[in-house]
C-alpha cells in the first residue's frame, strides 16, 4: 500500500503560503511591523540578560533563561495584534503581556499587566487545572485586574480558551489579540477562542515572555485604534529610564572572584547568597554618582537576640576604605518579599522601602562623589532580585 504520509517539501510550502496569507492580510487591515525582521529596535531588555532575546532569520528567538520580560519602547492603548509563535521544547511556556508596566513588581519577574498565555500542548501531560490551561488563557497579573467572560476558571480570575486550537511543538501557531477599551479577544489559527473584559490597566507596554524554555516568534504586526481615554487608574506606569545590574543567568557586572562565586549564585531571577563564613560582599563593576536604586530583598531569617538585628546591608564605596553602609535590612522585616528605593543626591539620601519613606531626607558627611554598589550578606541566607539603577543628571 502507498504511504499517506505528507511530503517534507509539501508541509514547507504550506507553511510558507500561510505566511504570505497572514502577511498580506495585515497588509489589507493595516497592521504594521512591532518587529523589523533584522533586530531588536523598538524593544527594551527588562530583567533578563543581553543574549535572552535575539534575532535569527526574521525570528526572535528566546532562550528561555533567566525568567523574565522584553518590551516595547512605548505604550499602547486600544489595537490588534497579530504574531506567530512556537516552542522548541514540549511543554513549553511564554506569554504576550499587554498593557504592562515598565517594571517587574515587587518579588517577582514579571510586571503588573494582562496575559495572554503561550502554552505547548506538552504541559498537559501535567494535567489542566484552574489555575492554567495548554494555552490561549487570559488573566491579570500582580495587581492588575479583569473580568473573565465565557470558559472561567474555578479560582474566577482567568478566562479559559472555549477550544484548544494550538498545534503542538515545534510547529508555528498564529495568535490574533483584539484589546480594545479593556477587553481582550484572543483568536487561535483562525478562530475566536477566548474573551477578557474590564481590564485594567488598559494603556501600558506590550511584553514577550521568558520562562524556562526556547520560544520563537515572527511576523509581530500591530494596527492602533482609537484611543477610549482611559483614566490615569487606568494607565500603566510610565518608563523612567532604569536598567537591570543583574542578569539573571550570571554574575556579569559584578566584581566576583572565585570567593564570591562560592557563596553568590545566579538563580534564574533570585539572586541568592548563602551567608556562610567568609561569604565576601558582591561589588558592582561600575561606579555611580546620582541615582535612584530599586531592588528586592527576602530572607528567610528567624528573630534571635544573639545574632546581629540585621540580615544585610546596601553599602556605597568610593573614597571610604571601608565603604558606607546606605541601607540595613532588618532582621525583624525577614520571612516576605521588600522592595527598597534608594535615591542619592549629592551627600543627601531618601530610602523608601515597599513605598513608604523610611526616614526624612538626611545627608551623609563624607560620602564619595562616585562609588560601586555594594550587596553585603549579615550571616543569613539572603535573596535579592529586580536589581534596577537610573543614573540621574
Given at each position: 500500500?502507498?504511504?499517506?504520509?505528507?511530503?517534507?517539501?509539501?508541509?514547507?510550502?504550506?507553511?510558507?503560503?500561510?505566511?504570505?496569507?497572514?502577511?498580506?492580510?495585515?497588509?489589507?487591515?493595516?497592521?504594521?511591523?512591532?518587529?523589523?525582521?533584522?533586530?531588536?529596535?523598538?524593544?527594551?531588555?527588562?530583567?533578563?540578560?543581553?543574549?535572552?532575546?535575539?534575532?535569527?532569520?526574521?525570528?526572535?528567538?528566546?532562550?528561555?533563561?533567566?525568567?523574565?520580560?522584553?518590551?516595547?519602547?512605548?505604550?499602547?492603548?486600544?489595537?490588534?495584534?497579530?504574531?506567530?509563535?512556537?516552542?522548541?521544547?514540549?511543554?513549553?511556556?511564554?506569554?504576550?503581556?499587554?498593557?504592562?508596566?515598565?517594571?517587574?513588581?515587587?518579588?517577582?519577574?514579571?510586571?503588573?499587566?494582562?496575559?495572554?498565555?503561550?502554552?505547548?500542548?506538552?504541559?498537559?501531560?501535567?494535567?489542566?487545572?484552574?489555575?492554567?490551561?495548554?494555552?490561549?488563557?487570559?488573566?491579570?497579573?500582580?495587581?492588575?485586574?479583569?473580568?473573565?467572560?465565557?470558559?472561567?476558571?474555578?479560582?474566577?480570575?482567568?478566562?479559559?480558551?472555549?477550544?484548544?486550537?494550538?498545534?503542538?511543538?515545534?510547529?508555528?501557531?498564529?495568535?490574533?489579540?483584539?484589546?480594545?477599551?479593556?477587553?481582550?479577544?484572543?483568536?487561535?489559527?483562525?478562530?475566536?477562542?477566548?474573551?477578557?473584559?474590564?481590564?485594567?490597566?488598559?494603556?501600558?507596554?506590550?511584553?514577550?515572555?521568558?520562562e524556562g524554555s526556547e520560544c520563537h516568534f515572527r511576523n509581530?504586526?500591530?494596527?492602533?485604534?482609537?484611543?477610549?481615554?482611559?483614566?490615569?487608574?487606568?494607565?500603566?506606569?510610565?518608563?523612567?529610564?532604569?536598567?537591570?545590574?543583574?542578569?539573571?543567568?550570571?554574575?556579569?557586572?559584578?566584581?566576583?572572584?572565585?570567593?564570591?562565586?562560592?557563596?553568590?549564585?545566579?538563580?534564574?531571577?533570585?539572586?541568592?547568597?548563602?551567608?556562610?563564613?567568609?561569604?565576601?560582599?558582591?561589588?558592582?563593576?561600575?561606579?555611580?554618582?546620582?541615582?535612584?536604586?530599586?531592588?528586592?530583598?527576602?530572607?528567610?531569617?528567624?528573630?534571635?537576640?544573639?545574632?546581629?538585628?540585621?540580615?544585610?546591608?546596601?553599602?556605597?564605596?568610593?573614597?571610604?576604605?571601608?565603604?558606607?553602609?546606605?541601607?540595613?535590612?532588618?532582621?525583624?522585616?525577614?520571612?516576605?518579599?521588600?522592595?527598597?528605593?534608594?535615591?542619592?543626591?549629592?551627600?543627601?539620601?531618601?530610602?523608601?522601602?515597599?513605598?513608604?519613606?523610611?526616614?526624612?531626607?538626611?545627608?551623609?558627611?563624607?560620602?564619595?562623589?562616585?562609588?560601586?554598589?555594594?550587596?553585603?550578606?549579615?550571616?543569613?541566607?539572603?535573596?535579592?532580585?529586580?536589581?534596577?539603577?537610573?543614573?540621574?543628571?
Open positions: 500500500m502507498q504511504s499517506m504520509k505528507t511530503p517534507c517539501w509539501f508541509r514547507l510550502a504550506f507553511a510558507f503560503s500561510l505566511s504570505l496569507v497572514v502577511l498580506a492580510r495585515g497588509a489589507d487591515e493595516g497592521l504594521v511591523p512591532l518587529f523589523n525582521g533584522k533586530d531588536l529596535t523598538g524593544w527594551v531588555p527588562v530583567n533578563v540578560a543581553p543574549g535572552t532575546f535575539t534575532v535569527r532569520d526574521g525570528i526572535i528567538i528566546s532562550t528561555g533563561k533567566p525568567t523574565g520580560v522584553m518590551r516595547t519602547e512605548r505604550m499602547y492603548e486600544n489595537f490588534i495584534i497579530e504574531l506567530e509563535w512556537r516552542h522548541l521544547k514540549s511543554g513549553g511556556n511564554a506569554g504576550l503581556f499587554i498593557w504592562g508596566d515598565p517594571m517587574t513588581a515587587r518579588g517577582t519577574p514579571f510586571a503588573r499587566g494582562i496575559e495572554v498565555q503561550i502554552l505547548d500542548n506538552g504541559y498537559a501531560a501535567k494535567g489542566k487545572n484552574e489555575w492554567f490551561t495548554t494555552h490561549g488563557d487570559i488573566f491579570p497579573i500582580h495587581g492588575a485586574t479583569m473580568t473573565p467572560a465565557g470558559r472561567v476558571a474555578k479560582s474566577g480570575r482567568r478566562s479559559f480558551p472555549a477550544e484548544d486550537l494550538s498545534k503542538s511543538a515545534p510547529e508555528w501557531n498564529h495568535y490574533r489579540v483584539v484589546a480594545n477599551n479593556g477587553e481582550v479577544r484572543l483568536s487561535v489559527n483562525g478562530k475566536e477562542v477566548t474573551v477578557g473584559k474590564e481590564s485594567s490597566p488598559r494603556k501600558g507596554y506590550l511584553c514577550l515572555e521568558s509581530i504586526r500591530i494596527k492602533e485604534l482609537p484611543s477610549s481615554n482611559p483614566s490615569p487608574e487606568q494607565t500603566a506606569k510610565l518608563a523612567e529610564g532604569f536598567i537591570t545590574l543583574y542578569t539573571g543567568v550570571d554574575l556579569a557586572g559584578w566584581r566576583a572572584d572565585a570567593a564570591a562565586k562560592e557563596h553568590w549564585r545566579a538563580s534564574d531571577w533570585r539572586l541568592e547568597c548563602d551567608a556562610k563564613a567568609g561569604t565576601p560582599p558582591l561589588t558592582t563593576e561600575k561606579e555611580f554618582g546620582d541615582f535612584v536604586l530599586i531592588l528586592d530583598w527576602l530572607s528567610s531569617a528567624k528573630p534571635d537576640p544573639a545574632k546581629p538585628a540585621d540580615v544585610g546591608e546596601i553599602a556605597l564605596l568610593g573614597s571610604l576604605p571601608n565603604g558606607l553602609a546606605l541601607v540595613k535590612l532588618d532582621r525583624a522585616q525577614a520571612g516576605t518579599w521588600h522592595r527598597l528605593q534608594i535615591t542619592r543626591r549629592g551627600d543627601e539620601l531618601t530610602v523608601e522601602q515597599d513605598g513608604k519613606p523610611t526616614g526624612e531626607k538626611r545627608r551623609v558627611a563624607g560620602l564619595p562623589k562616585r562609588g560601586s554598589i555594594e550587596l553585603r550578606s549579615a550571616g543569613e541566607p539572603i535573596v535579592f532580585s529586580n536589581i534596577f539603577l537610573r543614573e540621574l543628571k
